[in-house]
C-alpha cells in the first residue's frame, strides 16, 4: 500500500469515526434515559459544580451518561450557564431539554398564600416551615432599619410592608429575592389605592393605622367604620386603646391579654400613649388599607365584641359601657 493510499484510508477511518461519535453524541442527547414521566425534582444548590450536577443526574437515572452531559454543557458553555434551583424533571425527557431546562432558570414554583394580619416574625416562620428561606437570615433582612429605608420605608423595619397576597415561590429564591417581592407589590397597591392624592397623614401613619384596623376586625364590612373610630380619636387627642396594640409590645404574650398588660411600657400601648404606636403591628391587606384611606364618616369613638365576629359601635361613653355590660360583663 502507497503511502498516499495509506493517508486516504486513515482520513477516511478518522471521517467515518467522527460521524460514528457525532451520531451516538446526538442519539445520547434526543433520547430520554426512560418512559417514566412520573415528576422527579431536583435540586441545584448555589455553588455546585458542573460534574456534581451530572452525577446527581445520572445517579437520579436521568440521563445515561454524565460525561456525554458534561462535555455538552461545556459546548454549551460550561457551568456557570446552570442555575441553582428546584426543578420538574422526568426520566422520559431527553438530555438536551434537561439541559435547557436546568439553564433557562425554568425553577419549580410553589403557590403560598401569605394571610392579612401576620407580623413579619409569623410570616418568617411561614416561609421557614416550607423550607423557603432560613428563619435567621429573613428575620435579619426584614427588621433591618438601612435594608427598609433602601426601599424607601419610613421606619424601623419592614414590619407592615410585606403585603398579603399569593406568591408562586421557589426555593432557590433566598430571603432577599422574597422580602424584595413583597415590598414592590406593597407599594404597587398602595400606589393604586391613593393615585396620587393627598391624605393628612403621612404613609407610616397610614399603614400603622391601617394594621391595627386589620388586628381589631375581620369583617369587610366593619373596616371603614373601625377606622373612623380611630381617626376620630386622634382628632380629640384621645388614646387609641387598642387590645392588639398592646399585645404586639409584649415579649411573651400567652394568649390571654391582662389586666397588668396594659400598664406595660411599651411604646405600643396605646392605654398608656397617645397618638399611633411608632409603626405597624402586623402587615395589613388591600381592604384595610383603603378603609384608612376612605373611612366611614361617623361619630363613634368606641367600640365593644358581641361576641360573634362584630362589634358594636358607640359616640358616647354612657352608651359604649352600656354595651360593654350587655356584651361582655353578662357574659362572663
Not at 458542573?50 to 445517579?59: I, Y
Not at 366611614?296 to 352608651?319: C, I, M, P, R, W
Amino acid at each position: 500500500m502507497s503511502k498516499r493510499r495509506l493517508i486516504v484510508t486513515s482520513v477516511l477511518l478518522v471521517f467515518v469515526l467522527c460521524i460514528f461519535i457525532a451520531l451516538y453524541f446526538g442519539y445520547f442527547l434526543l433520547s430520554p434515559a426512560g418512559f417514566d414521566q412520573k415528576e422527579e425534582v431536583f435540586s441545584v444548590r448555589k455553588g455546585s459544580g458542573l460534574r456534581s450536577v451530572a452525577t446527581q443526574l445520572e445517579k437520579r437515572k436521568l440521563i445515561k451518561s454524565k460525561d456525554l452531559f458534561i462535555v455538552w454543557a461545556l459546548v454549551k458553555g460550561g457551568s456557570r450557564t446552570i442555575k441553582a434551583g428546584e426543578y420538574s424533571l422526568n426520566r422520559s425527557m431527553a438530555p438536551v431539554k434537561i439541559y435547557t431546562i436546568l439553564t433557562s432558570g425554568s425553577v419549580k414554583t410553589h403557590p403560598l398564600t401569605v394571610p392579612e394580619g401576620l407580623t413579619v416574625e409569623q410570616i418568617s416562620a411561614l416561609f421557614t416551615a416550607k423550607g423557603l428561606v432560613d428563619k435567621e437570615e429573613f428575620m435579619g433582612l426584614a427588621m433591618d432599619k438601612g435594608f427598609a429605608a433602601s426601599h424607601k420605608i419610613d421606619g424601623l423595619s419592614t414590619e407592615g410592608y410585606l403585603f398579603p397576597d399569593t406568591y408562586l415561590l421557589s426555593k432557590g429564591m433566598g430571603a432577599r429575592q422574597i422580602i424584595d417581592l413583597m415590598i414592590n407589590r406593597f407599594w404597587q397597591v398602595f400606589d393604586s389605592l391613593v393615585q396620587g392624592k393627598e391624605y393628612p397623614l403621612s404613609v407610616r401613619e397610614i399603614v400603622t393605622l391601617a394594621s391595627i384596623v386589620e388586628k381589631e376586625t375581620g369583617l369587610a364590612e366593619e373596616r371603614p367604620v373601625i377606622a373612623s373610630v380611630f381617626l376620630n380619636r386622634l382628632k380629640k387627642r384621645m388614646r387609641l386603646e387598642s387590645d392588639p396594640t398592646v399585645i404586639y409590645g409584649l415579649k411573651d404574650f400567652d394568649g390571654n391579654l391582662k389586666r397588668k398588660d396594659l400598664k406595660n411600657p411599651s411604646p405600643y400601648n396605646t392605654y398608656r400613649h397617645r397618638g399611633l404606636p411608632p409603626g405597624p403591628i402586623a402587615n395589613p391587606g388591600s381592604a384595610s388599607l383603603d378603609a384608612v384611606l376612605n373611612p366611614a364618616q361617623t361619630n363613634y369613638l368606641y367600640f365593644v365584641s358581641k361576641n360573634d365576629g362584630s362589634h358594636f359601635f358607640s359616640s358616647t361613653l354612657k352608651e359604649h359601657n352600656r354595651a360593654v355590660t350587655l356584651y361582655q360583663k353578662r357574659r362572663r
